[in-house]
């Protein structure tokens, strides 16, 4: 089964950038759909978007669109840009893949997952 590791978290004031990778042990490209989600202290895990096998087709949640981009970088690195960082965007980031067409982007979606990253947004 495929393991992601994620990285490139970190703490930035409001309106700075921040890059992620989620690097699997296997080539993921037209094979996976691959996920981003974030999980905020007390709150539950939501999904902040999915890119789907192959990299055809990329979707965000409302609350990120138009400031964070997803990218397959290559077979087997995903990447989550994040510009115009808020506060609100404080949580741990977490990498998730289904092998396959996407499906949903509910969390029942998604097979395997990464240990996370946490990124801190600062006022």
């Known amino acids: 089964q495929v393991q992601l590791v994620e990285s490139g978290g970190g703490s930035v004031q409001a309106g700075g950038s921040l890059t992620l990778s989620c690097v699997a042990s296997?080539?993921?490209?037209?094979?996976?759909?691959m996920g981003w989600f974030r999980q905020a202290p007390g709150k539950e895990r939501e999904w902040v978007g999915i890119i789907t096998r192959g990299g055809s087709g990329v979707s965000y949640a409302d609350s990120v669109k138009g400031r964070f981009t997803i990218s397959q970088n290559n077979a087997n690195t995903v990447s989550l840009q994040m510009n115009l960082l808020k506060p609100e965007d404080t949580a741990m980031y977490y990498c998730?893949?289904?092998?396959?067409?996407?499906?949903?982007?509910?969390?029942?979606?998604?097979?395997?997952w990464g240990q996370g990253t946490q990124v801190t947004v600062s006022s």
């Open positions: 998730a893949a289904r092998p396959g067409s996407c499906t949903g982007t509910g969390l029942r979606a998604f097979d395997f």
């Open positions: 296997e080539n993921t490209y037209g094979r996976y759909c």
